[in-house]
Structures are given as structure tokens and as C-alpha cells.
């Protein structure tokens, strides 16, 4: 049946209808927008004031830390000191600062190929993940895997996984080895949106959920 000759009461035409209406609808409404925003900042605000100064102060220096670095691993990569890809965080530091400061140092973060932030948020010294950018022997992966692949199993830094999604499976088999080994250690695996196109994202939350596996998918 052609979309025109559709009865108008029809599930598709009621559908279609309300496309439009989200393509064609109103304006946002400006004021609600700002009060939202406003709501949101008070939020905020209540939520950091249960955090003493120092701590504060310790989370943005690993922020704008890992800024600065990522500034200049993009200096070094056009100037074509850094060899293969180089994925930048910028822009994203306080989810890797905020989440990894939540865990202990012996649970584990999983990521993607877009991994120098984690990884120094995690206790990797910058000299090493710039080492590994550089290709140098002193890279945590002995300069042999650049940008997408750090690594340090020692600080429970399992990568730095260049295939979309890649890391998903993974880190749901990490927390599911804690969980069958009886300790209370925490995963943490961040992603990109595309990484959900992945069969293996499915999978694994639907895993993860029906076995309780202490994994956090932070995407
Ligand atoms: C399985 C697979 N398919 C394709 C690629 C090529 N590829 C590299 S980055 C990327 C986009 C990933 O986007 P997203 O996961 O949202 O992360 P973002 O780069 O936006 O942080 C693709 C398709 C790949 N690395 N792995």
C-alpha cells in the first residue's frame, strides 16, 4: 500500500505524522531552555559542594593535564613526529577524570582507540603514553602499538582497542573474572556511540545484566 493511499487512523500514518511534527514543530521554547540549563547548573553545584577543595583542585589538574597533552600530541603529530593515528580526547577529559576517580587502583578500564586520557587518568605516567605516540622503546606497549594501543596491566590498564567495540566483549569477560574469582574489583569500559552498531555490544550488556557483572559502560 502506496503511503498516499494509507487510511489516515493508520499506526504508519500516525507515525509519519509525528515526524513532521518533530521537523516542522514549534520552536524550542527559549525561557524553559535557560531555566532547564539553570536547573541543571544548581545541580551541579550542590553535587561538588559535597567534595572538599583539594580533591576539587586534584581533578582539574588531571583534566587540564591531559588537555595540555593532547594539545601537544597534536602539535607533534603535524609537525609528523608521531607515526599511524593519533585520536585526541579533547574535550572529554572530565569523563575519564570523574569516572576513573571513582574506582580503586586495582579495578580495571577498558577503552577504545581514543585512549591517552584514560590511560594517564589511570595512573600511566604522560612520558610513557607519549613514548608509545613517539614509537619509542619507553612507550608502556615498547612503542610498538602508537596511540591506539597503550597498555598497563600493572595499573589495571587493559587498553586502547583499535576495533570499534572491540573492548566491549572484553571488559565484560574482565568483570566476569572478577565476579568468578569472588573480588570485589570494578570494570570500566568506555566507548563511542558507533560502537553500539556492534552485535557484540549487545551481547555483552545483555550478559552483563543477566549475571550481575560489576562493569560500568560508559559510552
Ligand atoms: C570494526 C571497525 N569498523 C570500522 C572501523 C573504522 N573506524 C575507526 S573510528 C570509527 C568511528 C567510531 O566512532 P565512535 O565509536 O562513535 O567513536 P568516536 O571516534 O566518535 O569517539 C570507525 C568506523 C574500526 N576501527 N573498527
Not at 602508537?146 to 566483549?169: E, R, T, W, Y
Request: charged share 20%; net charge neutral; glycine share 10%.
Amino acid at each position: 500500500m502506496s503511503k498516499q493511499s494509507q487510511p489516515s487512523n493508520s499506526r504508519a500514518a500516525a507515525n509519519e505524522q509525528s515526524s513532521v511534527a518533530v521537523i516542522d514543530g514549534d520552536a524550542p521554547d527559549e525561557g524553559q531552555m535557560r531555566a532547564d540549563h539553570e536547573a541543571v547548573k544548581q545541580e551541579q553545584k550542590r553535587h561538588l559542594a559535597a567534595y572538599d577543595h583539594k580533591t576539587l583542585v586534584e581533578l582539574l589538574r588531571q583534566m587540564l593535564l591531559i588537555r595540555r597533552f593532547e594539545e601537544k600530541s597534536a602539535e607533534a603529530y603535524s609537525l609528523g613526529k608521531i607515526g599511524g593515528f593519533c585520536h585526541l580526547y579533547i574535550g572529554q577529559e572530565a569523563v575519564a577524570v570523574g569516572a576513573i576517580s571513582a574506582i580503586r587502583k586495582d579495578d580495571y578500564v577498558l577503552t577504545s582507540y581514543r585512549d591517552h586520557g584514560q590511560a594517564i587518568a589511570k595512573g600511566m605516567s604522560p612520558d610513557a603514553v607519549m613514548a608509545e605516540l613517539f614509537g619509542k622503546a619507553g612507550g608502556c606497549s615498547q612503542g610498538k602499538g602508537g596511540s591506539m594501543h597503550m597498555f598497563d596491566k600493572s595499573i589495571g590498564f587493559l587498553g586502547g582497542h583499535a576495533i570499534v567495540g572491540g573492548q566491549i566483549p572484553l571488559a565484560t569477560g574482565v568483570a566476569f573474572a572478577s565476579k568468578y574469582q569472588g573480588t570485589d574489583q570494578v570494570t570500566l569500559c568506555f566507548f563511542g556511540e558507533a560502537a553500539v552498531n556492534q552485535g557484540a555490544f549487545h551481547e555483552s550488556l545483555n550478559l552483563a545484566q543477566l549475571w550481575k557483572l560489576p562493569c560500568i559502560y560508559i559510552c
